[in-house]
């Protein structure tokens, strides 16, 4: 077997075939699992990997069998877009911009619903289930029904943004919508889904997410040429993403593809920052809950399940944590979409307004190389906008649209 898990916590090293998601002794929060490889066996080169191929371009480097199925819609190969004029303005060196949103769902979370569908199929599962604030729920619906051997079952809150909602009955999923909030939506599908004995695609539950959510920072690297950036900045909600940000860099520089592993920066909404609190406090890292309220509705999280790694990846990468409001998420939404064309959903511009932010109080500087991980597309939620701007009607006459452009223009 050329992988093993390890528990974030206390370290204990499992074969694959002796647990499924976490660990025993320490339990689902603290006790989440790592997959961990023999980097020496493994014998890739830079030639191997291109731009825009998919994410299994990085087979040598995921835990999957040779016979591994694959996912018929592209996953991956999402474009890396460098703005030099946005990189003037803000005073940086390179500011770049990893796009997610051109997935066959239009978020990140189809490199970890590929990866999970991979799994499921490995193992013969036939039903595979998630709880989701929406975007690893119309993933996973959108995958599973390009895959003709799995069905899936999907937990979102009721007030889930419709956009994504409508994608999940669309694709055929099986949709349960709890009248509660996404912590009561992951808390009872894991009751749920152990009882049916289905298989997980639960964020930080099924150490495998992580593996594919990885492969976006393996991308990052091939599409900088191995000239790693100095930050990258990734909205926060359970953990999984940033820590496979890091995860992708790391196990990448330990095969020897890159030199470094860039500093990881988790961006939170002020209403939902507990991963921010519990690492500001400092280690051991404890879960710290609490209500969470934010327009940015993939990172409402109140919960966060994959805290601890989340936590211990950031320090290690010598990262940090910071906060930004829903005004700020807002204007960076605008700004992304206004200045650079790439219209963001609230989570995936919140990396724009922690850079913002970090700008202004001098944590991130001029000589200084910056990628953003937009995660998913801005039609995935329009609520927030929709309020921001109104639309005055023109009568269909000449001289009546002639005088409102002028006023537009001021001419």
Known sequence: MRYKLRCISCGTVYDPSEVEYTCPKCGPRKGTLEVIFDYDEIKVSREEFSPEADMFQFEKLLPLPKDYYKVPLKVGGTPLYEFPNTAEKLGLNRFLVKYDGVNPTASYKDRASAMAIAKATEKGYKIIYAASTGNAASS??????????????????????????????????TLVAIDGSYDQAFDISMKVGEKMGWYSRNSAINPYLLEGKKTGAMEIAVQMGYEVPDYVLVGVGDGTVISGIYKGFYDMYKVELIDRVPKIIGVQAEGADAVKKVFDKGEPF????????????????????????????????????????????????????????????????????GLKKLLKIGKVGKDDVVVIAVTGNGLKDIRALEKKFDITPVSPNEEDVLDYLKKVFDF
């Open 140 to 173: 996973l619906s959108g995958l599973t029904a390009a895959t003709p051997h799995l069905k899936s079952v999907i937990f979102v809150p009721v007030r889930a943004p419709r956009p994504k909602i409508v994608q999940i009955k669309v694709f055929g999923a």
């Open 286 to 353: 404890e879960p710290i809950d609490m209500e969470a309220s934010t327009i940015a509705d993939s990172i409402a999280v109140g919960k966060p399940r994959d805290v601890v790694k989340a936590c211990r990846y950031v320090k290690a990468s010598g990262g940090f944590y910071v906060s930004v409001s829903d005004e700020e998420i807002i204007e960076a939404q605008v700004e992304l979409a206004s200045e650079m064309g790439v219209f963001a959903e609230p989570a995936g511009a919140a990396p724009y307004a």
